[in-house]
Each structure stands twice: as structure tokens, then as C-alpha cells.
């Protein structure tokens, strides 16, 4: 089902990237637009939805559950089924490559008195989702997995779902978000406890479609979430800031290409996801951020970003929950600066679309880049101006591994090498940002993809 023909593509030596550029609509954001409107008991309209493949999906299993979904000019329309109201499915749900999709929604189902099986790509199939399956179990619900608790997954609702007070193991929204969406149909107060701050899009969403949520915090920074179950959830409306994970790309190739100045507009300012324009404002990037406004209640703004001389620093492990998927261009930026860059505290990377760790660091040996990967950390050292960069050999191919963020870092680090970056597969690009290609070579990026 999932098999495609891989697009191999290259990147060359580019020239100054210049001119604006909007990114699509945040995946976090896109994602909970569609599960929330879907459950609301009146009409969502969404401006600026991302619309990516794993977002795609995400649409289509509520779809599948009862919410109406329509697209009228640009704005998507959603009317839900009503809190507690999901139907059962008739399919299986094809997450394809989208770990967001697939475990939130484990949360939101798991819950119901009904029947959901999950499955996806030959990434998603590898990657563990017992860390969702273990609080949805202590809740009532039965679960069938594949061994190590990985899809295909079918699970079964109870009668009545048990409240549970959770506290997450690993710095993960994904997790946090699975609990706090079980326990929207679960009698009760389902709690929370998040000893390292994540994304905050779950607390913050629900609470603007009307679940009664509190936060408190303790002096360690401790975070307990507590929801109250089934509340009615009222639909509204959503403008989705551009995603600053996708801005991540346009922001690197800007600061290692010579010459480059570009304004990237729009993009989310949640303090939780800026950890990539601290760290590289810390590298001696120059990154303005400017027009800081509010849109629907989140921060965004434009970056004026040009080219600068990099330096290496050490990156602190406790930002990586800001910009966990920021490391794999975050490297290549490093590859560029002057010294060596280490970040630490990446285990979370091991289990992402790919091992990126292991994918970053082999991608970077394959273009002339000395690097060590540790258990949970990466050095990097830097060739300031990118000189002798790029393939070692012509069968310097660096695989992607169904990973769209190890695409597009390589894309980006081959704008600046010496000689060119040759990658094995674009097509998963498609997942969070189809815009890519266009929007890179609109600034003036030397991309090439074989169809
Ligand atoms: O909650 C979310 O929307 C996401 C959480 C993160 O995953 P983890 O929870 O596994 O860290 C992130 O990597 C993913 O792209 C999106
Ligand atoms: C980790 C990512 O996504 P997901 O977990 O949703 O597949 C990502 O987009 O980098």
C-alpha cells in the first residue's frame, strides 16, 4: 500500500537566496485543528491548515468517525460529531508516516466503547507506541499489537474508562496530548504530569474549544494538566501560523548560502518551539525577529535572516524539547560554522520517523563532514564556507529512510557545499511540506529531482 518509486534529487552550490517566503500552516497545529473540530458540537472554520499528507490523514480517520469535512476557498470547514459521539470506523486507520496523527488519535479513540485498529508506512510500523499503549491501558482499554508494541494496533474501548493521573517517562507532547484526548471521554479528572515542559498546543486548543482544563505548576517546573472528561467541546475558529520546524529550512540555507537575505513570514513564536533561532542566534546568526503579533492567541512572527559566519557552541540538552525536530538542519548548520557544535540529551531522535542520530551522522560522513554520534549526542565539526563539502564519491547517496526532516537537511546542506548533495529519496517531503521545492527555488535554491 505504501510502496512508491523513490525520487532521488540534488542539491547544488545555489546563490544568494533572496526575497519572502510564507511556510505552510504548523503540522501540530494542523493536526489538532481537524481531531478538535471533528469533536466539537458545532461548525470550525481553519485558514493557513497545513496541508501535508500526515495532516491529510489525520482529516480522513474523523471523517471516518462521523466529523464532516469540507475545504470552501481556503478555508476547511469541519462540523464535529459532539464530544463522546465518535462512531466506529469501518477501515483501519492509515496513518501512513505520521507518528502525531497515529498517537493522538490511539488517545482520542482509546476511550470509546468501540473497536479502531491502526496501521501505517514501513516507518510508522517501527516506531514504538507502547509509550501511549501503557497509560491507554491503566485506563480500561484492551489492546492487540505487534511485538514490541508497534502497529498494526487494535484497540478496544471499555464501558466506562478508568481517570488515571499520568506521569510522562519521556519529554514527549505526543504522549501528553494521548492522555489529556483519553480523558475527554473518560468520567472524571484525567491528569497530566509533565516534569519537562513540551509543545503546549493540546492545553492550549482544547482549552479555546471549551474543555475545562487547569494547569498548575510546581517550583521545579513541573507541570500538572488536569481535564475534566466529557465536557462539551464548542467548535470556533483556527488561523494556523506557519510552522517553525518547516521554517527551520529556509532559515539555515539563508545563513550558509553567502550573500543570502530573505524574510521568512509568519512564523509560530510559541516559546516552546524556538529553540532552533535561539541556538543559532547563539552561533552568531543573524536572525531579526520582526512584526511580532497575535494571531488567534499564539505569538508569530516574520525573520529577517542573512548570512552569517557561524560558530560552534555547546547545546544545552534541556532546549531540546523546543526544537526536537530542529536537529537534523540544526547539524547542518553546524557542518558550516567554525569549531565544534555539540547537542546532547537527543535520545528522543532515535525514535522518530527514522533513527535520525544515526541518519544525521551518516549523511554528514557521506559529504566530507567529521562528526561522532554518541548514545544521545552529536559533534559536529565545521568547514566554515563549506570548501571540499558534498559527495565523497559518486556513490555518496545519503539515505533518507522515509525521513522528510533528513530530505530537506540535506537539500539545504547541499546549497552551500562545494560540490553537490545527493539524497536517495524526495518523495516524503510531501509529508509537512510540499511547498518545499517551490518555495526554495523561489528564493533561488539549485534543487534537482529526477521524476
Ligand atoms: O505533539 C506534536 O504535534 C509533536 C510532538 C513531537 O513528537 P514527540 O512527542 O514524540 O516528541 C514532534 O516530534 C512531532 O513532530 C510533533
Ligand atoms: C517527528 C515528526 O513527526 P511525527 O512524529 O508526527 O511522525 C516530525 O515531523 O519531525
Known amino acids: 500500500m505504501h510502496n512508491h518509486t523513490p525520487k532521488p534529487a540534488s542539491a547544488h552550490k545555489s546563490p544568494p537566496l533572496k526575497g519572502n517566503a510564507r511556510v505552510p500552516g504548523d503540522k501540530s497545529i494542523s493536526h489538532r485543528s481537524f481531531m478538535f473540530g471533528g469533536l466539537a458540537s458545532s461548525e470550525t472554520r481553519v485558514t493557513g491548515l497545513l496541508e501535508g499528507e500526515d495532516v491529510l490523514a489525520t482529516g480522513r480517520a474523523m471523517q471516518a468517525m462521523g466529523a464532516q469535512i469540507r475545504k470552501e476557498g481556503d478555508t476547511w470547514i469541519i462540523n464535529g460529531t459532539g464530544n463522546g459521539c465518535l462512531l466506529e470506523p469501518e477501515e483501519p486507520f492509515?496513518?501512513?508516516?505520521?507518528?502525531?496523527?497515529?498517537?493522538?488519535?490511539?488517545?482520542?479513540?482509546?476511550?470509546?466503547?468501540?473497536?479502531?485498529?491502526?496501521?501505517?508506512?514501513?516507518?510508522?510500523?517501527?516506531?514504538?507506541?507502547?509509550?501511549?499503549?501503557?497509560?491507554?491501558?491503566?485506563?480500561?482499554?484492551?489492546?492487540?499489537?505487534?511485538?514490541?508494541?508497534?502497529?498494526?494496533?487494535?484497540?478496544?474501548?471499555?464501558?466506562?474508562?478508568?481517570?488515571?493521573?499520568?506521569?510522562v517517562p519521556m519529554a514527549s507532547a505526543q504522549v501528553k496530548s494521548a492522555v489529556l484526548l483519553a480523558g475527554l471521554n473518560t468520567p472524571g479528572i484525567t491528569t497530566v504530569i509533565e516534569p519537562i515542559m513540551t509543545r503546549d498546543h493540546t492545553e492550549k486548543m482544547l482549552s479555546g474549544f471549551g474543555a475545562k482544563i487547569e494547569i498548575e505548576e510546581d517550583a521545579d517546573g513541573t507541570r500538572h494538566i488536569h481535564i475534566h472528561g466529557q465536557g462539551e467541546l464548542r467548535g470556533r475558529t483556527i488561523e494556523v501560523p506557519g510552522d517553525p520546524s518547516s521554517a527551520g529550512f529556509p532559515l539555515v540555507a539563508a545563513l550558509i548560502v553567502p550573500g543570502s537575505d530573505i524574510i521568512i513570514e509568519n512564523a509560530l513564536m510559541n516559546p516552546t518551539r524556538t529553540g532552533l533561532i535561539t541556538t543559532l542566534q547563539e552561533m552568531g546568526g543573524q536572525i531579526d525577529i520582526i512584526n511580532m503579533r497575535d494571531a488567534g492567541g499564539e505569538d508569530v512572527a516574520d525573520l529577517h535572516v542573512r548570512a552569517s559566519d557561524l560558530k560552534g557552541i555547546v547545546v544545552p540538552p534541556d532546549r531540546a524539547p523546543s526544537m526536537i525536530d530542529e536537529y537534523p538542519v540544526l547539524a547542518v548548520a553546524a557542518a558550516f560554522a567554525e569549531g565544534e557544535t555539540y547537542m546532547d540529551g537527543l535520545d528522543e531522535l532515535r525514535v522518530k520517523e527514522s533513527d535520525r542520530l544515526a541518519a544525521v551522522a551518516r549523511g554528514l560522513k557521506a559529504n566530507g563532514v567529521e562528526c561522532h554520534e554518541g548514545e544521545m549526542s552529536l559533534t559536529v565539526k565545521g568547514v566554515p564556507g563549506g570548501k571540499g563539502l558534498g559527495a565523497v564519491s559518486a556513490q555518496a547517496v545519503v539515505e533518507t529512510h522515509l525521513d522528510h526532516r533528513i530530505a530537506m537537511a540535506f537539500l539545504v546542506m547541499g546549497m552551500a557545499s562545494e560540490k553537490a548533495v545527493h539524497i536517495d529519496d524526495a518523495t516524503m517531503i510531501a509529508t509537512s511540506f510540499p511547498e518545499f521545492m517551490d518555495l526554495m527555488r523561489g528564493l533561488g535554491a539549485d534543487i534537482q529531482v529526477s521524476e
Do not use: H, W
Not at 115 to 141: C, H, I, N, W, Y
Not at 145 to 165: F, V, Y
Open 94 to 167: 492509515d496513518f501512513g508516516n505520521a507518528g502525531t496523527g497515529a498517537r493522538l488519535t490511539m488517545g482520542l479513540v482509546g476511550t470509546y466503547d468501540m473497536k479502531t485498529t491502526f496501521t501505517g508506512d514501513a516507518s510508522l510500523t517501527k516506531r514504538p507506541m507502547g509509550r501511549v499503549l501503557d497509560p491507554l491501558r491503566q485506563m480500561g482499554v484492551q489492546v492487540e499489537a505487534a511485538e514490541g508494541d508497534r502497529c498494526p494496533i487494535t484497540l478496544r474501548g471499555p464501558r466506562t474508562a478508568n481517570p488515571i493521573s499520568y506521569r
